[in-house]
Nanobody, 124 residues
Framework: QVQLVESGGGLVQVGGSLRLSCAASGRAFSQYGVGWFRQAPGKEREFVATTDWSGGSTNYADSVKGRFTISRDNAKNTMYLQMNSLKPEDTAVYYC?????????????????WGQGTQVTVSS
């Protein structure tokens, strides 16, 4: 079991930056592949970014590639999502997730552990 708690969301203007954090507790965080997903009102939850147990292998949704960076610090049991050049269409509730595999995955169905979500609002 692993518990996840996001922080760092908020209101930001177009072109601004935010860094989301996700603190993990429970079983060894370094054994899990992790990801970030988001859900806008009226839409399904969608993939944003994922990384493997080491942070060395990453994958991004086309919509955020070049603007967002996923990372993790296993010593601190924490993962991050650095978001730059934010756009109004990035507005959503952002969720961190962990899966019982060391490898990354872009599929939300492969994640068994989820945080409660943090709201990101990009205003124009």
């Amino acid at each position: 079991q692993v518990q996840l708690v996001e922080s760092g969301g908020g209101l930001v203007q177009v072109g601004g930056s935010l860094r989301l954090s996700c603190a993990a507790s429970g079983r060894a965080f370094s054994q899990y592949g992790v990801g970030w997903f988001r859900q806008a009102p009226g839409k399904e939850r969608e993939f944003v970014a994922t990384t493997d147990w080491s942070g060395g292998s990453t994958n991004y949704a086309d919509s955020v590639k070049g603007r967002f960076t996923i990372s993790r610090d296993n010593a601190k049991n924490t993962m991050y999502l650095q978001m730059n050049s934010l756009k109004p269409e990035d507005t959503a509730v952002y969720y961190c997730a962990a899966r019982s595999s060391a490898f990354s995955s872009a599929s939300k169905h492969e994640y068994g552990y989820w945080g409660q979500g943090t709201q990101v609002t990009v205003s124009s």
